[in-house]
């Protein structure tokens, strides 16, 4: 949807800071609002931060071409959930505190990792497809981009936050003129329990 040539910025500015692992087709983008800077600020205000591996597949960029969102079949992609993870995670689900996911690969990654109702280690491939009607385990709130129109991504945020909120802040987002998806603007949402 970049309709444009790779520039010399694009290098440096399509990835994360705290990427580490090569393996994606595509940056998590709610991650490039992230500096070196901003992760030091939120470290000095005791928010701990830990990192999770999800290698974006091609597939994240298909619309859903089904009229039943239940017969579309998500495309697989591998993930890593290291046992620190989710052991920092439990105790600060424990001390009440919020697990706040940077993109919705951050969210593909636990919610597959906690499957079986408890978070525990994970590395392999996902086909998590989460959509309206998705009990969420993990996540508490959100960090994200502006997703296409008809993709599993904006699906992914209806269920998250509901759908009747997503289209209402899409809708300010476009009366305000705010930039959509990879270089696009990022917004913070809570999950919605109906």
Do not use: W
Request: charged residues 25%.
């Amino acid at each position: 949807y970049i309709q444009r040539d790779d520039d010399v910025e694009d290098i440096e500015r399509y990835q994360t800071v705290y990427a580490k692992k090569p393996g994606a087709v595509a940056a998590p983008t709610a991650g490039l609002h992230f500096t070196d800077k901003l992760m030091q600020e939120i470290t000095e205000q005791g928010i701990d931060s830990v990192y999770v591996t999800l290698h974006i597949g091609a597939g994240t960029f298909q619309p859903v071409r089904v009229d039943d969102i239940e017969e579309h079949q998500i495309h697989s992609e591998y993930l890593e959930v290291s046992a620190d993870v989710c052991e920092k995670v439990k105790q600060c689900k424990a001390r009440g505190g919020r697990v706040i996911a940077v993109g919705t690969t951050a969210v593909r990654c636990l919610e597959t990792a906690a499957q079986a109702s408890e978070l525990k280690p994970y590395q392999g491939e996902t086909d998590i497809f989460i959509y309206p009607g998705y009990e969420f385990k993990v996540i508490d709130a959100l960090i994200t981009n502006f997703h296409l129109s008809e993709s599993t991504l904006l699906m992914l945020v209806s269920a998250f936050a509901g759908r009747d909120n997503i289209m209402d802040a899409y809708q300010h987002a476009i009366d305000e003129a705010y930039r959509f998806f990879s270089y696009g603007d990022a917004m913070f949402l809570y999950r919605c329990d109906v």
